[in-house]
C-alpha cells in the first residue's frame, strides 16, 4: 500500500530536551515536505526537499532542521524544542510533474 | 504570492442537506487549486484539485467544486450531506500543479446533524 508513515504519533517532551520525528514513503517520490498545522493558521510549510541532498526552507522553518540522506526518509529535527513548537506536524511526499502530495498521519507534539 | 481564504471556520449542515464550503484564493499567476479533507486524527486526503481545463471539478465522495475566475472562487459543494461527511476541510493554492508548496487556508470544520 502506498503511504507516507510518521512515528511518533504522539509525543510530549520538555523544553531543550532534542527530538526528531521520522517520516518514510513507499513510492520512490522525489518531493518531500514538513509542514505545521495550528489552530486557525491552517498548515504552514516548515521544509522541503526536492531530492537526496537537497534541502531548503518553507514559511516557518525557524527552530527547525532536516536532512535527506535517503530518498525515502525526510526526517525532522528539533535541536532545542521550545513550547512554541506544539503543534500538529505533518510529513508530505509527491512525485514529479502534475501529482499532488500525500500526506501522512500525522504528530501531535507537545513541548512543556 | 498566493493565499486562500476560508469563509467560516465552522460550518453547520443537516443530514441531507446541500453543503457549501467557501474558498477565495489570490494569486499573481495562473491557479492551482485543491481541496483537502482531514478526518478526525487522520492526514489530509485529496478530495478534488483544479489545474488548467474543465472549470468544474468532480470529486470523491461526491463532492465537487467550481473555479471561477471573475469572482477568484473555488468553492466546493454535494447535493447531499452524509453523516460521514464531518470533516475538516482545507483550501488551497499553488502556482503550478506539481509546486513544493501549498498556501493552505486556515479550514472550515463541517458538522452534520442527524
Known amino acids: 500500500e502506498a503511504q507516507v508513515t510518521q512515528n511518533p504519533r504522539y509525543l510530549i517532551t520538555v523544553t531543550g530536551k532534542k527530538l526528531t520525528v521520522t517520516c518514510s514513503q513507499n513510492?520512490?517520490?522525489?518531493?518531500m515536505s514538513w509542514y505545521r498545522q495550528d489552530p486557525g493558521l491552517g498548515l504552514r510549510q516548515i521544509y522541503y526537499s526536492m531530492n537526496v541532498e537537497v534541502t531548503d526552507k518553507g514559511d516557518v522553518p525557524e527552530g527547525y532542521k532536516v536532512s535527506r540522506k535517503e530518498k525515502r526518509n525526510f526526517p525532522l529535527i528539533l535541536e532545542s524544542p521550545s513550547p512554541n513548537q506544539t503543534s500538529l506536524y505533518f510529513c508530505a511526499s509527491r512525485g514529479g510533474g502534475r501529482s499532488e502530495q500525500y500526506f501522512g498521519p500525522g504528530t501531535r507534539l507537545t513541548v512543556t | 504570492a498566493q493565499s486562500v481564504t476560508q469563509l467560516g471556520s465552522h460550518v453547520s449542515v443537516s443530514e441531507g442537506a446541500l453543503v457549501l464550503l467557501r474558498c477565495n484564493y489570490s494569486s499573481s499567476v495562473p491557479p492551482y487549486l485543491f481541496w483537502y479533507v482531514q478526518y478526525p486524527n487522520q492526514g489530509l486526503q485529496l478530495l478534488l484539485k483544479?489545474?488548467?481545463?474543465?472549470?468544474l471539478v468532480k470529486g470523491i465522495n461526491g463532492f465537487e467544486a467550481e473555479f471561477k475566475k471573475s469572482e477568484t472562487s473555488f468553492h466546493l459543494t454535494k447535493p447531499s450531506a452524509h453523516m460521514s461527511d464531518a470533516a475538516e476541510y482545507f483550501c488551497a493554492v499553488s502556482d503550478m500543479a506539481g509546486a513544493n508548496n501549498l498556501f493552505f487556508g486556515t479550514g472550515t470544520r463541517l458538522t452534520v446533524i442527524p
Open positions: 513510492m520512490n517520490h522525489e518531493y
Open positions: 483544479y489545474t488548467t481545463g474543465a472549470t
